[in-house]
Nanobody, 115 residues
Framework: QVQLVESGGGLVQPGGSLRLSCAAS????????MGWYRQAPGKQRELVAG???????NYGDSVKGRFTISRDNAKNTVYLQLNSLKPEDTAVYYC?????????WGQGTQVTVSS
């Protein structure tokens, strides 16, 4: 079965950095648009960043200039570099793989930004 496994979350101080990884298995990875979403307590899940099969990227307004999404098709992995972290970035971060009407989700990784 398809698996998306996130890693790299944790506790970081404001202004710090993290790098999240999402390793995919049992999909033709290079065909999929990959994305990172996040959900904070009491809030709706929101798009953080996405990257298409051709490498085009888009970002949520609140993270532009601070976060960077990238992919390594040889490793079936998508990354999210989080810089200049703020307490409001605290959330569970989810990896998503999309191809047409097909959507897969990872289990999520917690990112907590606190001093």
């Amino acid at each position: 079965q398809v698996q998306l496994v996130e890693s790299g979350g944790g506790l970081v101080q404001p202004g710090g950095s993290l790098r999240l990884s999402c390793a995919a298995s049992r999909i033709t990875f290079n065909r999929y648009t990959m994305g990172w979403y996040r959900q904070a307590p009491g809030k709706q899940r929101e798009l953080v960043a996405g990257i298409t099969s051709t490498g085009s990227t888009n970002y949520g307004d609140s993270v532009k200039g601070r976060f960077t999404i990238s992919r390594d098709n040889a490793k079936n992995t998508v990354y999210l570099q989080l810089n200049s972290l703020k307490p409001e970035d605290t959330a569970v971060y989810y990896c998503n793989a999309a191809y047409g009407y097909i959507n897969y989700w990872g289990q999520g990784t917690q990112v907590t930004v606190s001093s």
